[in-house]
Structure formats: C-alpha cells, structure tokens
C-alpha cells in the first residue's frame, strides 16, 4: 500500500500530537495527586502563634519626630550668618623702650616679632599699641580683636 504525501504529513501530524498528549497528561496527574495528597494529610502545630506577627492597626505618632530640629535651626542659621574670626595667634612677651623709642615683643608660635602700629603680620593687622593692649584687625573679616598686655 502506497501513502500519498498527504496522507504521509496528516500521520505524522497525528502521531506528534499523541505523544504531546500524552507528555501533558503525564505532567499533570502527578501534580494532580500531590495537591491531594497535601489536602488529605493534617497540618502540624508548629508553635507559632500568627497573632503575634499581625501588625497594630496605624496610629497618630505621640510626638513630632521634627520638633527639636525646627527649633534648633534658627540658632544654626544665626550661627551661620555671623561667623567670628580666629583667636589671635600672639602672645605678648615684652617691651623694650631705648632712648625714647619703646619696641613691641610678641611671640607668633615659636618665632620672637617686633610689631608696629600699621604693620601688617599674616592675616593680621597691628591697629595701634597701648600701654596696657594691642588692637589687631583680622583681614579676612574686618574683625578688630585685643591682646590684653597684662
């Protein structure tokens, strides 16, 4: 017996779709018995108890988690608006006063300087000596600053 072409391609297409069938239905009753052999089988206690893990119904926060910040930053910004200059980086360490002219000692660090009203030393401007202070200008700021002589 001779097959046409047709007849050749329909058993074929036949043949795949039985096997197919039969693949998916071998797939799916095994699923099918493990639901229910899960279903028919009690579950354990376990011990947890679920109530414990449902969360409290939302409430209102108690206190405002902001307040302190709100409150703190108006001194933060009047912090902020008016910075201050240094403190003055002399120590004032003597006078020498030789016919009629008075020299001035301070002690930047380590180092011994001889200072005169208009001089200017670093950052720092001497504005005028008196017998018992030093007026400092700190440039950067404009900011007049003393040393105590005494």
Not at 14 to 41: D, F, M
Not at 63 to 89: C, I, M, T, W
């Amino acid at each position: 017996m001779t097959l046409t072409s047709w007849q050749k391609n329909a058993a074929i297409i036949a043949a795949a779709v039985t096997v197919a069938a039969g693949v998916v239905a071998g797939r799916e009753k095994p699923a099918v018995e493990i639901l229910h052999e899960r279903a028919a089988k009690p579950v354990a206690d376990d011990g947890i108890d679920l109530e414990k893990l449902r969360r409290p119904e939302a409430t209102l926060p108690q206190n405002d988690p902001f307040k302190g910040f709100q409150e703190s930053r108006p001194q933060v910004a009047a912090a902020a608006e008016k910075p201050s200059a240094p403190p003055l980086p002399f120590r004032y360490f003597g006078r020498l006063t030789e016919n009629g002219k008075t020299e001035v000692f301070v002690m930047q660090g380590d180092e011994l300087l001889t200072i005169a009203a208009g001089q200017k030393i670093g950052d720092y401007r001497v504005d005028q000596i008196a017998d018992a202070s030093i007026s400092f200008t700190y440039l950067p700021m404009k900011t007049k600053q003393t040393l105590d002589l005494q």
